[in-house]
């Protein structure tokens, strides 16, 4: 039986005359690593606030470790780590004092300077946090999303401002600690992380999930039309759509009688399928849904205990 850490249907949330959740619906597993793409203003960051309780829908229903976020109380707040977009940590404190403070707020806190570490801020430990670096400062975001050993950790947009090597050194974190049994829901603009990292993805755009899947599968991806690129004797480049890229390079090899010039086989990256889906290559960006369960209702509290500890 599958669990799930949240389910979500039909949620809505409305800023006066702005729509910005307009009837999602989630399903995402205990223990995986879940991404959440889409354009600015597509409701992505509203609907993390809303999970964690941070805002009040206007509709729908949302169980997220078996409780509604709307009446769950400190318990269940201290099973959930939060990085939000703009967050920025305790300013006159040091590091490792910060990160100690945060830690006596949960009951089963990890161990502070292991979660230094584990973020990359040993150097900094002694400093304080107002002279950190903007990553410095991500990353000490990230440190205190972690230090209660949460069951569920949301992240809004973890990575925006971190350099190449601290991208990857979150990537890491957040493989290990869905390695650990931790439920990771992250937002990004980033495809490649959000493909290097996501065992699942839902793409959002104008409040409302476009498609949801792995992302080696989502909307279809697999089974669109791959293009073989080649190189004639004579120097010219072709290419051949198909369906079937396998024969056509057997016929290629069959035809040159071995090894095919400049031979190159691509399927549509996740950054075309995104596009399309999202409706800014010219197409209507409505893809439907796959990998999605029925919209079962979702009754708040009847989750409970579903999920690994
Ligand atoms: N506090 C608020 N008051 C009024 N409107 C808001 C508020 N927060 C968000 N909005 C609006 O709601 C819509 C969704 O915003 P949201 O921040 O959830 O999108 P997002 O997908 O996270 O965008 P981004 O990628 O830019 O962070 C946008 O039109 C935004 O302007």
């Given at each position: 039986m599958t669990h799930y850490a949240v389910r979500v249907r039909a949620l809505r949330k409305r800023y006066r005359e702005t729509?910005?959740?307009?009837g999602v619906d989630l399903d995402i597993r205990s223990g995986e690593v879940f991404g959440i793409l889409g354009p600015n203003g597509a409701g992505k960051s509203t609907t993390v606030a809303l999970l964690r309780g941070h805002r009040t829908r206007d509709g729908g229903e949302v169980a997220v470790l078996g409780e509604d976020p709307e009446r769950a109380g400190r318990d269940w707040l201290a099973r959930i780590g939060v990085v939000w977009q703009d967050e920025s940590a305790?300013?006159?404190?040091?590091v490792a004092e910060t990160v100690r403070h945060f830690a006596r707020y949960y009951p089963r806190p990890r161990d502070p300077d292991e979660v230094i570490a584990l973020v990359g801020l040993e150097a900094e430990?002694?400093?304080?946090?107002?002279?950190?670096s903007g990553g410095g400062r991500r990353r000490l975001d990230v440190a205190l999303g972690v230090i209660g050993d949460p069951e569920l950790l949301l992240l809004d947009e973890?990575?925006?401002?971190?350099?190449p090597v601290a991208r990857r050194r979150f990537q890491r974190l957040v493989r290990a600690l869905a390695d650990r049994g931790t439920t990771v829901v992250l937002t990004t603009h980033d495809l490649e992380e959000a493909e290097r990292l996501a065992d699942r993805l839902a793409v959002i755009s104008a409040g409302r999930v476009r498609a949801v899947g792995a992302p080696a599968t989502l909307a279809g991806r697999d089974e669109r039309e791959a293009v073989v690129r080649w190189r004639e004797p004579d120097g010219a480049e072709r290419e051949a759509v198909t369906g079937t890229p396998t024969s056509e390079v057997a016929a290629l090899a069959a035809r040159f009688g071995g090894e095919v010039p400049g031979l190159r086989v691509s399927r549509p990256t996740l950054e075309d399928v995104y596009l399309r889906l999202v409706g800014?290559?010219?197409?209507?960006?409505q893809d439907g849904q796959d990998g999605q369960d029925g919209p079962a209702p979702v009754v708040p509290g009847s989750g409970a205990g579903e999920w690994a500890p």
């Open positions: 729509v910005a959740v307009d305790a300013e006159e404190l040091t430990a002694d400093s304080r946090s107002k002279h950190l973890p990575t925006a401002g971190l350099d800014q290559d010219g197409q209507d960006g």
